[in-house]
Each structure stands twice: as structure tokens, then as C-alpha cells.
């Protein structure tokens, strides 16, 4: 793994190996065309802000499967391009499973947490809110039935 993340090629092998680009993202021939929107947004970026001579940020947004397909997580991932030297880096993703949501504020790129593990963390919230109160619902009916019996 490349410790500097600087350009865009160096951003796609580190969304590579942090399980971004992985088959349950998109298959394989839906990928190529996220990954050519990425370029283009990244060209326009870089364009924009070597003309203002100022960073320029771009988002892109992707959406991964896990626990067999049942699991939808939706990732926007916040980029920035600096041109006073040339190099690109993540700032942001903000990741959702239903309603439970978790931002992240990178100080570098190489701390994007890997995709598994932020579905990991948002499931574990997630079954901690939807079981507790479907847990409660449950306990509130067999309350009601025992006191009509």
C-alpha cells in the first residue's frame, strides 16, 4: 500500500484495496463507467481550479451490498484538488445504512476506513435501534395480551 495519495490513479487503487471497486459495489462493466464519471469530474476539478488557482472540491456517490445482498450502503465520497501542488486527496465520506448515518473527516487519504468496516459499524447501530424498538414493540403487545387474558 502506497503511504502518499496524491494523484488520481493512486485514489482509485486506494478505493481499490479499501473494498470501493469491489464486485459488491457494481459489476465489473458498471464500474468502468463510475470510474470514467470520477475522471471526468476529476478533470473538470483540476481544470476549475488551476484556473482560479484554488482547491477545488467534487463529490462522487456509490452504493455497496453486504450480508448478502440485503444490506445497502450508500457512500458519498468528498474529494479535493489542490493546485499549488498538485495533488488530490480525500476529505470526506459520509456512508448510510437506512437512516443511520456516520461521516468521516479524513486528515489523509490512507485513513479511508475500509468499506466492510464502516457497514460493520452502521449495522451494528442499525440493529441496535431497529431490534431494541421492535424488541419494545413486541414486549408492549405481550403486556396488552396478558392483561386481556
Not at 107 to 124: G, I
Request: proline residues 2%; charged residues 30%; glycine residues 2%.
Amino acid at each position: 500500500m502506497s503511504t502518499s495519495y496524491k494523484t488520481l490513479s493512486d485514489h482509485e487503487e486506494l478505493l481499490s484495496e479499501k473494498g470501493y471497486l469491489a464486485e459488491n459495489f457494481k459489476p465489473t462493466w458498471k464500474m468502468s463507467y463510475w470510474l470514467n464519471e470520477m475522471k471526468e469530474i476529476f478533470e473538470t476539478a483540476r481544470y476549475n481550479a488551476t484556473g482560479n488557482n484554488k482547491k477545488e472540491t467534487f463529490s462522487l456517490e456509490t452504493m455497496g451490498k453486504f450480508q448478502f445482498d440485503l444490506d445497502h450502503v450508500f457512500f458519498r465520497i468528498f474529494f479535493e484538488y489542490n493546485p499549488k501542488n498538485q495533488s488530490l486527496r480525500i476529505k470526506t465520506v459520509r456512508a448510510r445504512l437506512g437512516t443511520i448515518k456516520k461521516a468521516y473527516f479524513l486528515k489523509d487519504s490512507k485513513d479511508l476506513p475500509e468499506a466492510e468496516k464502516v457497514h460493520k459499524l452502521l449495522s451494528e447501530k442499525y440493529n441496535l435501534k431497529y431490534k431494541s424498538t421492535l424488541f419494545e414493540k413486541m414486549e408492549k403487545n405481550l403486556n396488552i395480551n396478558r392483561r386481556i387474558i
